[in-house]
């Protein structure tokens, strides 16, 4: 196989996207969301830990956004600005080299109350999917998620 290198004087910052890379990672996201959806359907979001450093991600979360609540809609707006971006960087920075694909793109729910869908779900960096879901789950305010779908196999079993 080749493998082209990246030349020493590439920039990132400056470089376009091409087309066919945003679609790749594209769906590279909204495969991650469905794997996460079908995981919260199969298991209560209270019960799961998706990385190995869950409470160090917390206790860290709570520490720089003092007044973060899982339970509350995202301001996307607000996590976008120029000091938002900032501070998540900072926080996302922390995690560089023990969280796989830290900073890899990939949707996340603006409301815990929400499914994945286009007006409820806004593109960011895989650790702070991480951050918002893991206080989430711990609050269990993704359980929802398995209570509906168990209702749902319940009702499928039962017209059988």
Do not use: C
């Amino acid at each position: 196989m080749f493998v082209q290198r990246v030349p020493k004087t590439f920039k990132a910052e400056e470089a376009g996207n091409l087309e066919d890379m945003e679609k790749q990672f594209a769906v590279k996201a909204v495969i991650h969301a469905q794997t996460y959806w079908n995981i919260l359907q199969r298991r209560r979001g209270s019960e799961l830990r998706l990385t190995k450093l869950d409470d160090e991600i917390i206790e860290h979360l709570y520490k720089v956004f003092l007044d973060f609540d899982p339970s509350k809609e995202l301001n996307e707006d607000e996590m976008k600005s120029k000091e938002g971006k900032a501070k998540w960087r900072d926080f996302m920075m922390t995690y560089e080299k023990t969280i796989d694909d830290y900073n890899f793109g990939t949707l996340l729910r603006r409301d815990s109350k929400a499914d994945y869908e286009e007006k409820t779900t806004m593109f960011a960096p895989r650790m702070q999917f991480y951050a918002v879901e893991i206080a989430r789950n711990q609050k269990g305010l993704n359980d929802w998620i398995y209570e509906e779908a168990e209702k749902e196999r319940a009702e499928a079993a039962g017209k059988q």
